[in-house]
């Protein structure tokens, strides 16, 4: 049975960082990522990390968030810098494996309030 777990959401003063986790378990994914969604709004695609390490951002979180991967433990991070109260949505983990076809896999998702 595939999981997602969350960790690391929290609030946060603008300006500030949060750094986000995430870790897999019931199987392998070939492509990891972070999605957000602010109220009203629809999810949005924030950072995604492929096996090899191939990483695509989202153009408004591009030189101020870092995504990366422990293969081995079937991990991502988040590294948000600079955060801005735009940036305030809930953080749901994604991965994708192949199955004949891309299978989706969601986290509960982590909120993220950023806010003097």
């Known amino acids: 049975q595939v999981q997602l777990v969350e960790s690391g959401g929290g609030l946060v003063q603008p300006g500030g960082s949060l750094r986000l986790s995430c870790t897999a378990s019931?199987?392998?994914?070939?492509?990891m990522g972070w999605y957000r969604q602010a109220p009203g709004n629809q999810r949005d695609l924030v950072a995604t990390?492929?096996?090899?390490?191939?990483?695509n951002y989202a153009d408004s979180v591009k030189g101020r968030f870092t995504i990366s991967r422990d293969n081995g433990k079937n991990t991502i991070y988040l590294e948000m810098n600079s955060l801005q109260p735009e940036d305030t949505a809930v953080y749901h983990c994604?991965?994708?494996?192949?199955?004949?076809?891309?299978?989706?896999?969601w986290g509960q998702g982590t909120q993220v309030t950023v806010s003097s």
């Open positions: 019931g199987s392998t994914f070939s492509i």
């Open positions: 990390i492929r096996t090899d390490g191939t990483t």
């Open positions: 994604n991965a994708a494996r192949w199955v004949g076809f891309l299978k989706n896999y």
